[in-house]
């Protein structure tokens, strides 16, 4: 769900503190991101409720999800949680933990957000990267109106 969230790579998600969630300021702070860039992304309302009663229960210590021995979750584990919430959901089984990000980077554009502004969450260098990752599905292509169509009949 914070992958979805906040557009996480599978192992910025494992290299997660504690202290790198900010529930004031509804933000993940990414440290040493892919090519070693750091970067804040959004946390969600939601996302703050869920990690509230986690907090609460589990009791991290450094890591923001740890083994049942302590230390960093293992990729291979959120693989194979995401593996068994797909066969339960009975979503397209070619999914993966990436495609959740590239589902965050997709709902934004599809909600009308700024390239630009999912380029900087995603930790994108190009803008060209961004533009690749977030194609405009069926879905929206359906919305598109055509500008004729805003103006007054006139005749």
Known sequence: ????SAGLRLGELIQLRVEDINISQKNVFVKAGKGKKDRRTLLSDKMILYLNRYLKEYKPQYWLFEGAEGGQYSARSVQAIFRRAVGAAGVNPYATVHTLRHSFATHLL??????????????????KTTEIYTHITDHAKKRLKSPLDNLEDIG
């Open 1 to 4: 769900m914070l992958i979805y």
């Open 110 to 127: 599809e909600q009308g957000t700024d390239l630009r502004y999912i380029q900087e969450l995603l930790g994108h260098n190009s803008t």
